[in-house]
């Protein structure tokens, strides 16, 4: 079974400063799909940036990039320019295989961001 | 804004009690989860949903059942709740073809259960 840690429950940064979670998984699949999902106060939780396992270069999306450590099973995310939008709860997430039907996401416990003026 | 509604919002009821959760989406999701969480601790799948008749078991094992006879209701039943059972408890749902790359789940405000 997979499994996916966030070992950071609550974090901080101001306004304009970069900030950085973390997120380890444990899994024996090769072939595997990494998220972080951002869950604001309205509950909704929206795909912020997806990494594909076998793709060595790091995925970005604006001010969002990661760092994807495979062999180290490491998947952090790294927020640059802080926003007070960015405040919210952020989830890994792992999800195995390839465009199979019946796949599904398995989450970490969340980080707390706060961000602060 | 996401149309996904949860009741009740907080549930204190006592041991053999039979309860059911409902979970409502009003964007015509054809995809319904059931997870749940422990304080701290990840969100498990327990139950999903592909469709009206279609539901599966999740990853982590659970005594409740669900049942999908509407596009937009995905109810979680507890025949006999016991003090194990107190979690919090979220559904969600998504688009089909979604997956992978924009996959998007919408999340309701959860049900936090206690059983005594």
């Known amino acids: 079974a997979q499994t996916v840690t966030q070992s950071q429950p609550e974090m901080s940064v101001q306004e304009a400063e970069t900030v950085t979670l973390s997120c380890t998984y444990d899994?024996?699949?090769?072939?595997?799909?990494l998220f972080w999902y951002k869950q604001p106060p309205s509950r909704q939780m929206i795909l912020v940036i997806r990494?594909?396992?076998?793709?060595?270069q790091n995925a970005t999306e604006n001010r969002f990039s990661v760092n994807f450590q495979k062999a180290a099973k490491s998947f952090s995310l790294k927020i640059s320019d802080s926003q007070l939008g960015d405040t919210a709860m952020y989830f890994c997430?792992?999800?195995?295989?390839?465009?199979?039907?019946?796949?599904?996401?398995?989450f970490g416990a969340g980080t707390i961001l706060r961000v602060k003026s | 804004e996401a149309d996904i509604y949860q009741t009740p919002r907080y549930l204190v009821i006592g041991t053999g009690k039979k309860i059911t959760l409902e979970c409502s989406q009003t964007?015509?999701?054809?995809?319904m989860y059931w997870y749940q969480q422990d304080p701290g601790m990840e969100l498990h799948l327990i139950h999903y949903?592909?469709?009206?008749?279609?539901?599966e078991k999740g990853d982590l094992s659970s005594e409740s059942t669900v049942s999908r006879i509407r596009t937009e209701h995905f109810p979680l039943t507890l025949e006999s709740a016991r003090p194990s059972h107190t979690s919090q408890y979220l559904c969600?749902?998504?688009?089909?073809?979604?997956?992978?790359?924009?996959?998007?789940?919408?999340f309701g405000s959860g049900t936090q259960l206690s059983v005594l």
């Open positions: 969600a749902s998504s688009e089909l073809g979604g997956f992978p790359t924009n996959e998007k789940l919408f």
């Open positions: 899994t024996s699949e090769s072939n595997y799909y």
């Open positions: 990494q594909e396992a076998y793709k060595q």
């Open positions: 997430a792992f999800m195995r295989g390839l465009m199979e039907y019946g796949n599904k996401l398995v």
């Open positions: 964007m015509g999701h054809d995809k």
């Open positions: 949903s592909y469709g009206v008749n279609s539901t």
